[in-house]
């Protein structure tokens, strides 16, 4: 029951862009149409789990018995880079279908503040291995969710009539706004 | 007017961050509720873009043009450790209020877009110049982001009250919906002025410069 509301609690309650506000320059940058969006949000879940699979036992077995917690930044910051770099190369060996949907998008998410975000946040909140797994799993699925719905939102918005300084990031901004004060109905209904 | 004084002022105004080009929006909208926050992640962020510019434009000819990206991530992580450790001795209420977004300073795009856009091909005088320009125009922003959520979610600015005495406060404002709002608002200001201002000089009028694309850093290897 724990896992279950931890789950849904990480998808919606506390959706990690539109409430947690991580990861929004992808969230601007790769939603204007539906289906980049739903590749980018793939390979978000992805890199996120294989990220915290990796930190958690970088921070739990090394940074905290040698006492160098400090240097986590860094630590972390090379560890999803050089990730996002081997799963590229494999990904392109290996499963070129798969390679072909996520590919393009995985440069991007080196600089993705969810992807960090994660795995700092699970060792600050202090989860054990399993429950960090589901964080990154739950968290990538709310911002697929978040970036597929804003991308169906922006589809229609460039064939309405919006005014002209309003057209595109400005609009989409807002949309993104009201958005956030939905998921913010669902706090009520946690409580 | 000279170069140097042309890659400081481009800053300001015409690719003032985050306002015309979408960089760095994370911190943007999470560290704006208050004036103060805004001001404090803005020093933050001008100290390590200062600093990686400064480092980079200097090893720009030793770095390997293949590894180059992970050069300037390992260069900005040990500056934003630096910048942690420091806030943590001298200014940690501050440390505590930014949370989770001061190690991220390390993914914010707009230090990353600097090094490989400017540093990377550039001096050392105009990339510290870029860099101090940059710097100042996104505290600039973030301070007056802060400022006005401020303003409208808690009638105070710097903790000061300003608003008249029946007003009452949005809460919607500082809270995260009104983030993307309060910046929307701002972008569509920003067009709305830049439109003003081009038809009073008689010119066409002008393409919205909202680009997000150069809002990752990583241009080359997107191709949008």
């Known amino acids: 029951m724990e896992y279950f509301l931890l789950f849904i609690s990480a998808i919606f309650i506390n959706n ?10 992808p969230f601007m940058g790769t939603s204007k149409s539906t289906d980049v969006a739903l590749g980018m949000g793939g390979a978000v879940i992805f890199v996120t789990l294989m990220a915290t699979a990796i930190t958690w036992p970088l921070h739990q077995y090394v940074l905290i018995p040698y006492g160098i917690e400090y ?25 070129p279908p798969l390679y072909k949907s996520l590919g ?15 795995a700092i946040m699970v060792q600050r909140n202090g989860y054990s291995f ?24 922006r589809e229609r918005l460039d064939i309405s009539p919006v005014p002209r300084v309003f057209k595109g990031v400005p609009i989409a901004l807002i949309m993104a706004g009201i958005m956030s004060l939905t998921f913010f109905a669902f706090q009520g209904m946690a409580a | 007017m000279s170069t140097i004084t042309k890659e400081f002022v481009k800053g300001l105004w015409d690719e003032l961050p985050p306002f015309r080009v979408l960089l760095g929006l994370c911190p943007t909208l999470a560290v704006t509720s208050t004036a103060e926050n805004g001001l404090g992640m ?8 200062t600093m990686s510019n400064l480092i980079i434009s200097t090893i720009r000819k030793i770095i390997p043009p293949k590894v180059r990206i ?3 991530i390992v260069i900005t992580a040990s500056l934003v450790v630096t910048v942690e450790l420091l806030m943590q001795a001298y200014a940690y209420p501050l440390y505590q209020k930014l949370g989770i977004f ?4 390390v993914v914010n795009c707009l230090i990353l877009g600097r090094a490989e856009a400017f540093a990377s091909k550039n001096g050392v005088i105009p990339s510290i110049a870029d860099a101090l320009g940059m710097g100042i125009g996104f505290t600039l922003s973030l301070t007056f982001l802060g400022a006005m959520r401020e303003m409208l979610g808690n009638g105070t600015v710097f903790g000061t009250p300003v608003m008249w005495e029946s007003f009452q406060p949005a809460s919607f404002m500082v809270m995260a919906p009104g983030a993307f709002v309060g910046l929307g608002l701002i972008l569509a200001g920003m067009n709305a002025f830049n439109r003003y201002l081009s038809r009073k000089k008689g010119e066409k009028e002008p393409v919205s410069q909202n680009s997000t694309c150069a809002s990752c850093g990583a241009c080359n290897s997107c191709g949008q």
Not at chain 1, 16 to 25: P, S
Not at chain 1, 134 to 149: D, K, N, P, R
Request: positive net charge.
């Open chain 1, 71 to 95: 240097l986590q930044t860094i630590a972390f910051i090379l560890v999803i880079a050089s990730l996002v770099q081997f799963v590229e190369m494999f990904l392109k060996k290996a499963v």
């Open chain 2, 102 to 105: 001061v190690p991220l300073i």
């Open chain 1, 130 to 153: 399993f429950k960090s797994m589901m964080y990154g799993l739950a968290s990538g699925i709310g911002f697929l969710i978040a970036l597929v719905i804003i991308s169906a939102i």
């Open chain 1, 16 to 25: 990690i862009v539109l409430v947690q506000y991580l990861g929004a320059c």
């Open chain 1, 104 to 118: 393009l998008f995985l440069p991007l998410i080196t600089t993705n503040c969810a992807v960090m975000g994660v």
């Open chain 2, 42 to 49: 803005g020093a933050a962020v001008i100290f390590v873009l």
């Open chain 2, 70 to 72: 992970a050069c300037f």
